[in-house]
């Protein structure tokens, strides 16, 4: 009678497991882990399609600059991001792009930009270290060996290999994704609530009452 009981359990518990789909790469110190968002997706499109893609999300948007978006995704059966992307790329083809949002193991939600924060060791050329890959180079003002490599066309899961072929790259010191990361406010001050110096009173075009 326990086996009845038993395998079905493990049948759930295991089938729940795979659910969860993760990305990752790997730094000098460890594997960088994260889940994948089943309900929320990152979005970019030209000005011209922005209010197309505000009609088709609703109030499930969430806009991070006037050409990029978080939106939440409704009754999409495709349990891959790959195949949700396919769905909504067919839904709304204005879209220029679309990533997943990642969640790390705090619950931050952060998503790729297509840029890498890159130090090469000293004696080394960043030309040669990235040769056969098309990365707009930005020199890190005030440190030396120092870059920003950027792509629009490069996606998170080709961005995560790339990095993680730098980091096995002996001429590299260190190379890290550039995240937008999602703010969470948090203050240990007893007295915040009484600090009214600091709250928005909508001047210089603030919105009264928002950070």
Known sequence: MKKVILIPLLTLLLYGADTQEKI???????????????KEVYTEFSLQNASKLEIF???KISKIDSTSATIEIENNAAKKFAGR???????????TKIEPVLIYKDG???IATGE?????????NISEVIKGYSFNIKPVLFNTNIFTLSSKKISTEELFSFITKL?????????????IREI????????????????????????????
């Open 167 to 179: 980091q096995q790259d002996k001429r590299v010191k260190f190379a890290e994704p550039n995240f």
């Open 116 to 124: 890498i924060n890159l130090k090469i060791k000293k004696g080394y």
């Open 184 to 211: 969470k406010p948090f203050t240990n001050d007893p007295f915040f609530n009484s600090q009214w110096a600091i709250k928005n009173q909508g001047f210089l075009g603030g919105h009264q009452g928002q950070a």
């Open 57 to 59: 999300a609703n109030e």
């Open 85 to 95: 992307k396919r769905q909504l790329k067919t839904q709304i083809p204005s879209v």
């Open 24 to 38: 990752s790469y790997t730094t000098k110190i460890g594997k960088i882990e994260f889940n994948i968002s089943t």
């Open 108 to 110: 931050i939600k952060q």
